[in-house]
């Protein structure tokens, strides 16, 4: 059974840094396409970030230079640093990992694996 763990998420202020961190069990992070979305309270969910299994990268336009994805193979892990936060990246930060057969569509991938994620909170 796969298994998507989110935790590092929490309270951090406007300008200040934060690094998420997805455990899998029953999955090899390796071996697939991974990703970061977020959603925000009344907004719909979008993506953050992506890297495939051949390690290329994806990260969201207005994302890009404040926010980097990395994988730990050896730990089975997905990072997310988080850098010059802003209030409007506040929201609920998920995992997820590719299902070949069933999700949603995102950079070529198909997501359907989902943590139960970790909140982020930035305050001004």
């Known amino acids: 059974q796969v298994q998507l763990v989110e935790s590092g998420g929490g309270s951090v202020q406007s300008g200040g840094s934060s690094r998420l961190s997805c455990v899998a069990s029953?999955?090899?992070?390796?071996?697939?396409?991974m990703g970061w979305f977020r959603q925000a309270p009344g907004k719909a969910r979008e993506g953050v970030a992506r890297i495939n299994r051949d390690g290329s990268m994806s990260v969201a336009n207005s994302l890009k230079g404040r926010f980097t994805i990395s994988r730990d193979n050896a730990k089975n892990t997905l990072d997310l640093q988080m850098s010059g936060l802003k209030p409007e990246d506040t929201a609920m930060y998920y995992c997820?990992?590719?299902?070949?057969?069933?999700?949603?569509?995102?950079?070529?991938?198909?997501?359907?694996?989902w943590g139960q994620g970790t909140p982020v909170t930035v305050s001004s």
């Open positions: 997820a990992a590719e299902d070949p057969t069933y999700g949603d569509t995102w950079w070529g991938c198909l997501f359907g694996y």
């Open positions: 029953g999955y090899a992070v390796s071996n697939s396409c």
